[in-house]
C-alpha cells in the first residue's frame, strides 16, 4: 500500500506554456520482512553487493533511487544501518555494502555467507524525482554509489545526466546507463570539482549524497555558486567519521 502525501496537479510554467515538474514523497506501509543471503559479489575493493531472497518480498516497493531500508543485525540493542535497496525482483533484493570502515555492519558484510538471515524494515517512503528535467546531477562518494547507479539505470534515452563520483581508482567501473552521460572520478575534493561545472541550459535536479561535511560543502556550492534553488537540491548525509549509524536530510 502507498500513500501519496504531496501530490499536486500539473501546472504550467506562465514564461514557457510547459509543464512544471515537481517531486513526490510517498509514504509505505512500514513492514519488516526477514532475508536469506542468497549470493555475494565484490564489484571492487571496497564495494560488496549481497543478493537476498525471501518471499516476503514479493510485496516489497521502492520507488525511488534514494530509498532506504534499514538493515536489522541481531544483537542487544540490535544494530540497525540504512542502506539503498540496489535492484529488487520477484523474491531478490540486491543490497551494496560500502565496506569503508570496521562498523558491525560493514564487518557482517564482509563475512556474509549464503544461508544466513538478516531483517530489514520499510522503505518508510520515497521521494520520487521525475525522470523528465532537462539535466539530473548526481554527486557522492562510493557510499553514494549504489544509489547513483541505480538511478543512472533507470533514466532513459532522452535524458542528461552529469556524474561526479568520488573514489579510488581501484573502484572506478563503468556505469550503464541509456541517458547521455557526462561521467568523472574523482580522487579528490568533490565540492572543487562541483564548483568547476558548467551546467546545462534549462530546469535540471541536483542529488548528492556521501559523508556529511563534504555533502554540506556540494550543496553550498550548488546554491551559492550555481545558483539553483533549494527545491531543485536533494543532498544528504550518508555517514559521519564518529557516528555510527549517521543519516541525515542536508
Known amino acids: 500500500m502507498v500513500d501519496i502525501i504531496n501530490q499536486t496537479e ?23 520482512r526477514t532475508l536469506t543471503v542468497r549470493r555475494t559479489a565484490l564489484l571492487s575493493p571496497h ?24 538493515l ?20 531478490e533484493l540486491d543490497i551494496e555494502f560500502a565496506l569503508h570502515g570496521h562498523g558491525p555492519a560493514a564487518t557482517w558484510a564482509t563475512q556474509a555467507a549464503p544461508g544466513q538471515t538478516v531483517q530489514i524494515g520499510g522503505p518508510r517512503g520515497s521521494f520520487v524525482v521525475p525522470v523528465d528535467f532537462d539535466w539530473h546531477l548526481l554527486v557522492g562518494d562510493l557510499s553514494a554509489l549504489p544509489a547513483i547507479t541505480r538511478r543512472l539505470e533507470e533514466l532513459p534515452a532522452a535524458c542528461t545526466a552529469i556524474v561526479r563520483v ?10 550503464p546507463s541509456r541517458a547521455n552521460v557526462n561521467l568523472q572520478w574523482i580522487t579528490a575534493d568533490l565540492p572543487a570539482a562541483v564548483q568547476a561545472l558548467t551546467l546545462p541550459p534549462g530546469e535540471g535536479y541536483a542529488w548528492a549524497a556521501g559523508e556529511a561535511s563534504v555533502t554540506a560543502a556540494v550543496r553550498a556550492v550548488l546554491v551559492g555558486t550555481h545558483g539553483l534553488p533549494k527545491e531543485r537540491i536533494r543532498a544528504a548525509a550518508y555517514w559521519k567519521p564518529g557516528n555510527a549509524g549517521h543519516h541525515e536530510n542536508l
Do not use: C, W
Open 10 to 32: 500539473p501546472s504550467l510554467n506562465p514564461v514557457t506554456d510547459s509543464p512544471v515538474r515537481t517531486v513526490q514523497r510517498v509514504r509505505h506501509e512500514l513492514k519488516r
Open 47 to 70: 564495494l560488496l553487493r549481497i543478493t537476498f531472497t525471501s518471499p516476503e518480498l514479493q510485496d516489497f516497493i521502492s520507488l525511488s533511487f534514494d530509498d532506504h531500508v534499514k
Open 72 to 91: 536489522i543485525l541481531p544483537g542487544e540493542p540490535p544494530v540497525m544501518r540504512d542502506y539503498t535497496p540496489r535492484r529488487f525482483s520477484g523474491d
Open 166 to 175: 568520488l573514489a579510488d581508482a581501484a573502484e572506478q567501473r563503468a556505469l
